[in-house]
């Protein structure tokens, strides 16, 4: 074996150990997303991801029941109950009568409280409270506790999500307002890149700079002074300024210096003597871009669709302020945000939410994948 090869295939071997760890790494915290997605909210809240295969431990505290409770057996009065429940595998470390001294005593030991009456603690969260006399209390001491819970997994945070009142108008709406800021804008980035790639006419690449330009804008800086021009437009002719249209509008807006940039860039790298073989021919220039270059481009046109796609369905920024909010307006993101609360006291559905939120963009994704390999196909160009 000469040493060229032996060093081709020890880069060759590396490239591969490299790549894994970057696509591993990669999806790492989509592993991590989907684990805490169907985690116990206790347990989430208490303890990350990487530790959900493994028994957590907790610190709980539990008032004894009261002595309505009670029964009489051979050695006097007892109450008893479970910390945990009945037909769970928890498990008792310590315990106590305070938080501070939740270690005093281990599973299986007796306390002594007053007038004779003891308290037993058990491993799987039995409690016997004895007493030779009958129980007169009117309120219960409680109980600390250290406690491993086994790791438990639930699809309740789905069920919540799926559940909530608004969440599947919401659905709707993401949909109407993503499918038309989707096709509005490839489909006038096709034709401007077109032009701009194969039409000969004065100022081609002033506009197309122009265009190059208002990618590097910051979307956050347009939008009050385009929100206040679709206001102005909606009073003239009587459209609300924040609607579907509107919001359409602006997407498409903001969409579109990128996809006539890349989509230009593709068509222009597109085989010349075809072109103008077609041209030749007699062909017009809009039969050429119908049955000629959209078959050849639609590697690029899918590549953009998914990325537009994913964009506004994502969106938070642009819908609330094009769109707004009530009934027949709210969007997924927004309406999970609902869900959380004021204080986001219910955060542990974000995980949840999430995989629902993205299943349709990952539909779509795999979808789409035949389309690039039609699109390769369709634009290859054989030998004669």
């Known amino acids: 074996m000469s040493i060229e090869s032996t060093k081709s295939k020890g880069t060759l071997f590396t490239k591969h150990v490299s790549v894994l760890f970057l696509v591993l790494l990669w999806t790492l915290p989509t592993l991590g997303l989907l684990v805490s997605s169907v985690r116990d909210k206790d347990q989430l809240s208490l303890s990350g991801w990487w530790s959900s295969l493994t028994a957590s431990e907790q610190q709980n505290v ?40 939740i270690e005093q005593y281990k599973p299986g030991e007796t306390a002594e409280v007053d007038n004779g009456e003891t308290i037993t603690v058990y491993e799987n969260g039995r409690v016997e409270w004895r007493s030779d006399s009958e129980f007169t209390h009117s309120r219960s001491p409680r109980v600390f506790f250290n406690a491993n819970i086994p790791p438990r997994f639930t699809f309740d945070n789905y069920r919540e999500v799926l559940t909530s009142e608004g969440v599947g108008r919401a659905f709707i709406n993401t949909l109407t307002v993503t499918l038309p800021a989707t096709f509005i804008p490839i489909l006038i980035a096709a034709f401007a890149a077109y032009a701009l790639a194969w039409m000969e006419f004065k100022g081609r690449m002033f506009f197309l700079a122009m265009i190059i330009g208002l990618i590097v804008v910051p979307l956050q800086m347009s939008l009050i002074p385009v929100l206040q021009i679709f206001s102005q437009i909606g009073q003239i002719v009587g459209i609300p300024s924040k609607s579907y249209l509107t919001v359409w509008l602006a997407h498409t807006g903001f969409g579109l210096p990128l996809a006539i940039y890349l989509l230009r860039n593709y068509m222009a790298s597109l085989p010349k003597d075809i072109i103008e073989s077609a041209y030749m021919d007699g062909a017009t220039h809009f039969q050429i871009f119908v049955k000629m270059i959209l078959p050849l481009s639609l590697p690029a046109l899918a590549s953009f669709a998914i990325f537009q796609f994913l964009w506004v369905w994502n969106d ?68 004669g």
């Open 62 to 101: 539990q008032r004894l029941p009261k002595a309505d409770t009670q029964a009489a057996d051979g050695a006097g009065f007892i109450i008893e109950t479970n910390l945990f429940g009945e037909g769970t595998k928890n498990q008792i470390r310590s315990w106590g009568f305070r938080a501070t001294e």
């Open 316 to 383: 938070l920024l642009v819908a609330a302020v094009f769109l707004g909010q009530g009934e027949g307006k709210t969007v997924m993101t927004q309406q999970l945000i609902e869900l959380l609360g004021s204080r986001g006291d219910n955060w542990e559905i974000l995980t949840s939410g999430a995989f629902i939120s993205i299943a349709v963009p990952i539909i779509v994704f795999l979808s789409m994948q035949r389309y690039f390999v039609r699109g390769l196909l369709a634009g290859s160009v054989k030998g």
